[in-house]
């Protein structure tokens, strides 16, 4: 970015902020979060067609299938070691994704946020590089596993009022069942998304 470039209006928004106008929803599952993820691996595929992707994959609940959900499709996008993570979010922030989050080997976008709320279609993208996909086992135990993915949306619904403008909250008191699952789902599946 350029010294006389501003950064996004929602980039200097606090989490207060950002929590307010952008609070915890539950949707019932909509068969329409499937053809989302499509159409948008499709528009991926066109901007990072230079780029050498290993797979790009529907996570989160929206994949799940049956069960209650933030209506947000999460993506994961997959690269080789080699590969450059700046220079594929460079790709991406010109294709309309804004850079909500950054370590050496991690980048969380997201598309579908407004200064006046959540779009129709809202995108959280995941870039890593290849392996660091715990999400699929997790995604495919629930999927096999109707009680699993019923304590699952029970655990959310549980949450989702008392943290509505908590994100993090929410997220953290997910993560042990998560983290007990996705255990179970990698002996299970073992080499699966190697």
Known sequence: ?????????????????????????????????????????????????????????????????????????????????????????????EAGYLCMNETPTRITLNKGYTLQGFAEKVFHLHLRYGGDNDELYFRDYVQEHLLVARQYEALKISLWKPYEHDRDAYTAHKTDFIKKYTQIAKKMYQGRYA
Request: charged residues 25%.
């Open 1 to 93: 970015m350029s010294h006389d470039e501003q950064p996004h209006p929602l980039l200097r928004m606090s989490l207060t902020q950002l929590w307010e106008l952008f609070p915890i929803i539950l949707s019932p599952f909509n068969p329409l979060w499937r053809e989302w993820f499509e159409e948008e691996k499709s528009f991926l595929l066109k901007q990072l067609a230079c780029e050498k992707v290993l797979r790009i994959s529907h996570i989160g609940s929206t994949a799940i299938g049956g069960i209650w959900a933030k209506p947000i499709i999460d993506i994961l996008v997959e690269i080789p070691q080699e590969a450059s993570l700046s220079q594929i979010k460079e790709k991406l922030l």
